[in-house]
């Protein structure tokens, strides 16, 4: 199975640490992540997907949408999110949500770098695996 991987590159250091997560645990799955797309942040994120998925078997994205002053952060996370939903309802493929937040305040993002990341690979993983997956406390759980 081969995929891009959409990273925001706001949060460079964070998000290269995420992309070490998620390439291990593709790596777990024969997942290839063959394409690397950064973009600024998690607002550009819909629309580097909309312009690879159709070349992949799956994506994922990763990013960070900080808690802010304002309601900017949930909106933006809000429209994100339903944007990576509904490109993986028109082409029929997997989209792994590894985007922290929104609302995450700084001591929130550190620990949440790996599970985030691992998590993206294992939904694109579940949806092509002829296994069924649950996912319990960030394990992976095959179904008979």
Request: hydrophobic fraction near 45%; include cysteine; glycine fraction near 8%.
């Amino acid at each position: 199975m081969k995929i891009a991987a959409v990273c925001g590159s706001f949060h460079r250091k964070e998000i290269e640490a995420m992309l070490e997560h998620a390439l291990d645990e593709a790596n777990k799955h024969s997942i290839e992540i063959v394409e690397v797309i950064w973009v600024p942040g998690s607002m550009e994120v819909p629309l580097a997907l909309n312009r690879v998925i159709a070349d992949y078997d799956g994506a994922i994205c990763l990013g960070i949408i900080e808690k802010g002053e304002t309601l900017h952060g949930s909106a933006m996370g809000n429209a994100v999110i339903k944007s990576v939903v509904d490109l993986q309802l028109a082409h029929n493929k997997p989209i792994g949500l590894g985007i922290i937040g929104p609302g995450a305040e700084v001591h929130h993002i550190e620990p949440r770098l790996e599970p985030h990341a691992r998590a993206a690979v294992n939904a694109v993983y579940c949806h092509e695996s002829d296994v069924g997956i649950s996912f319990n406390n960030s394990n992976i759980i095959a179904k008979s």
